[in-house]
C-alpha cells in the first residue's frame, strides 16, 4: 500500500529576519508566502514571537488575507498569542515553547509540567475551529500527555536528530532516529496526526519521509538559506522532489 502524499509546510519567519536587519518592507515574508506555494507548499507556516524578532503581527493579518493555502500559525501558549489567534483565525496553530534568549526554538514543549494550562489553551482554540498542534520531544511520555491535553496534531522535534547528523555523530543520529521512528508510530496508535521538523535540510527529509505515519513536515531556515544561492522556487522544489523521493520508499 502507498503511503499518503507527504505535505510541504514552508516557515517564511526568516525572509522577515532579513528585512528587519534593516528595516524598512523588503523583502516582503508574504511575497515569499505566494512565491513559496506558487513552487509547491502545501501551507505557510509563520512564528509570531513576543519580541516579534522576525514576523510582526500585521505579516500575520497580510498572510491570512493573501495566500491560498493553509496559515499555520506557530505561537506560545500565552493570552496574548491566544487573543491574536482568535482574532487572526488561520487553519492552525502550533503551540511552541517560547525564550527571549533563544535564537530559534530548543526544543519540544513541556507537556506534562503544563498539561492543565495547555489543555485549557488546546481547547480554547479549537472552540474556534482551529485546529491545534503541539511541538513535542519525540517520546513517549510526550505523546500521552499530548493525547491527554487533547490536541489533535503533534508535531515532532527533529533538532537533535538533525544536529547530530551534521556533527557526524552516526550512533547518537540513530538513536534519535530511533525515537522519531517509535514515537510517530505510537502517534498513529493514538489517533493523532503526526508532523515533524526543526532542523531538516534535502538529506534529512528524504529520510524521514519513509516514516509513512508522518504527515507534514515544516521547514523554513534552509530552504531560506537556499534561496540565497538558488531562488526560493528552485530550493522548494527540489526539497519538494527529496521528500517524494523518500515517500516512494515508505514501509
Request: hydrophobic share 45%.
Amino acid at each position: 500500500m502507498t503511503a499518503a502524499r507527504l505535505r510541504l509546510g514552508v516557515n517564511i519567519d526568516h525572509v522577515a529576519t532579513v528585512r528587519n536587519a534593516r528595516g524598512g518592507v523588503v523583502p516582503d515574508p508574504v511575497r515569499a508566502a505566494l512565491l513559496a506555494i506558487e513552487a509547491g507548499a502545501d501551507g505557510i507556516t509563520a512564528h509570531l514571537r513576543e519580541d516579534r524578532r522576525h514576523i510582526r503581527d500585521e505579516d500575520m493579518a497580510r498572510l491570512k488575507r493573501e495566500i491560498s493555502k493553509p496559515l499555520n500559525f506557530e505561537m506560545a501558549a500565552t493570552d496574548d498569542m491566544v487573543a491574536i489567534a482568535l482574532r487572526t483565525r488561520p487553519h492552525a496553530s502550533c503551540l511552541v515553547p517560547e525564550k527571549r534568549s533563544e535564537r530559534t526554538t530548543e526544543g519540544g514543549l513541556d507537556v506534562i509540567g503544563g498539561h492543565d494550562h495547555l489543555k485549557f489553551v488546546t481547547a480554547e482554540l479549537k472552540r474556534a475551529s482551529i485546529r491545534v498542534s503541539l511541538f513535542i520531544e519525540p517520546s513517549m511520555e510526550a505523546l500521552e500527555a499530548a493525547h491527554s491535553i487533547g490536541a489533535p496534531v503533534v508535531e515532532l522535534h527533529t533538532g537533535s536528530w538533525c544536529d547530530s547528523l551534521s556533527h557526524g555523530e552516526t550512533e547518537r543520529a540513530a538513536h534519535e532516529f530511533e525515537r522519531i521512528t517509535r514515537a510517530a508510530q505510537h502517534a498513529a496508535k493514538l489517533g493523532i496526526e503526526c508532523h515533524a521538523g526543526h532542523g531538516l535540510d534535502y538529506e534529512t527529509a528524504r529520510t524521514i519521509a519513509r516514516l509513512p505515519q508522518i504527515v507534514e513536515l515544516n521547514i523554513g531556515h534552509f530552504l531560506i538559506g537556499e534561496a540565497i544561492f538558488v531562488g526560493l522556487p528552485t530550493a522548494i522544489r527540489t526539497m519538494r522532489a527529496a521528500m517524494d523521493e523518500g515517500r516512494a520508499h515508505a514501509v
